[in-house]
C-alpha cells in the first residue's frame, strides 16, 4: 500500500516551453503533497507544499509563477514549471501524506522525473 | 539554513561489516525519519522515529534518537551490496508535517 506514481519519469524540453509533471497517490488519499527538487549528489530541496483544494505555500526562494502547482484532488498534484530554462534541469520528486493516523506522518515518495531543458 | 547534516559524507565498506550514519538537525521536532535513494531513484522510507522514541529496530536497521543532542544514528548490519544508497534523515519541526532532509550520506558496499 501506500504507492505513489509520478508522470512522466523522464521529459526532455526546449528552452522556453512549460512542462506539467503529475503526482499521484495510487491507493490513498492524500491531504497533503509535497514537491522537492534534487541537484546530482546533493538533497533533497522543499520547494513547496500543497493541500487539497488551496493554494501551495512555497518555501524561499521558490518563485510561484515559476513552479505552477495545483492540488485539484485528494489523489492528484502537478507541478508545473513554465517557460523551462536549462537551469531548472533536476530531478524533481513529490511525496504525499495520507489522512489519518500513521499516514500523517510518513511522506510516501513518487519515483521522481528527471527534467533536461535544453 | 535548517538543514539537517549527515556524517560521514561517504562511506565505502566491505559486505558483511556494519556502516554507522550520522544526523544532525537544528530544531525540535515531532519524529525523525529515514529513507534510502538509490541512484537516480526515488526515495524509500526505512523507519521512523518519534522524539519521545530512544530506539527503534527494523531487521538489520538500528535507529538510534538523542533529543538532547538533537542527533540519531543508523546502524545498518552485516551490510550487503544491495545496500549501496543514499541515506537520508529527514525532520519535521515540533507543530508541523514539513520535513527536512539532511545532506546525505553516500553508502558503497563492497562485494
Known amino acids: 500500500g501506500a504507492v505513489v506514481s509520478q508522470h512522466p519519469s523522464r521529459v526532455i524540453c526546449k528552452s522556453g516551453t512549460s512542462v506539467k509533471i503529475e503526482c499521484r497517490s495510487l491507493?490513498?488519499?492524500?491531504?497533503?503533497m509535497f514537491w522537492y527538487r534534487q541537484f546530482p549528489k546533493q538533497s533533497l530541496m522543499l520547494m513547496a507544499t500543497?493541500?487539497?483544494?488551496?493554494?501551495?505555500?512555497?518555501e524561499q526562494g521558490v518563485e510561484k509563477d515559476k513552479f505552477l502547482i495545483n492540488h485539484a484532488s485528494l489523489t492528484l498534484s502537478t507541478l508545473t514549471v513554465t517557460s523551462a530554462h536549462p537551469e531548472d534541469s533536476s530531478f524533481y520528486i513529490c511525496?504525499?501524506?495520507?489522512?489519518?493516523?500513521?499516514?500523517?506522518?510518513?511522506?510516501?515518495f513518487g519515483p521522481g522525473t528527471r527534467l533536461t531543458v535544453l | 539554513s535548517q538543514q539537517g547534516e549527515e556524517d560521514p559524507q561517504a562511506l565505502s565498506i566491505q559486505e558483511g561489516e556494519n556502516a554507522t550514519m550520522n544526523c544532525s538537525y537544528k530544531t525540535s521536532i515531532n519524529n525523525l525519519q529515514w529513507y534510502r535513494q538509490n541512484s537516480g531513484r526515488g526515495l524509500v522510507h526505512l523507519i521512523l522515529i518519534r522524539s519521545n522514541e530512544r530506539e527503534k529496530h527494523s531487521g538489520r536497521l538500528r535507529v538510534t534518537l538523542d533529543t538532547s543532542k538533537k542527533s540519531s544514528s543508523l546502524l545498518i548490519t552485516a551490510s550487503r551490496a544491495a545496500d549501496t544508497a543514499s541515506y537520508f534523515c529527514a525532520t519535521a519541526a515540533s507543530g508541523t508535517y514539513k520535513y527536512i532532509f539532511g545532506t546525505g550520506t553516500r553508502l558503497k558496499v563492497l562485494a
Open positions: 491507493d490513498f488519499q492524500a491531504t497533503t
Open positions: 511525496s504525499a501524506s495520507g489522512l489519518a493516523g500513521g499516514m500523517r506522518d510518513t511522506q510516501y
Open positions: 500543497s493541500n487539497e483544494g488551496s493554494k501551495a505555500t512555497y
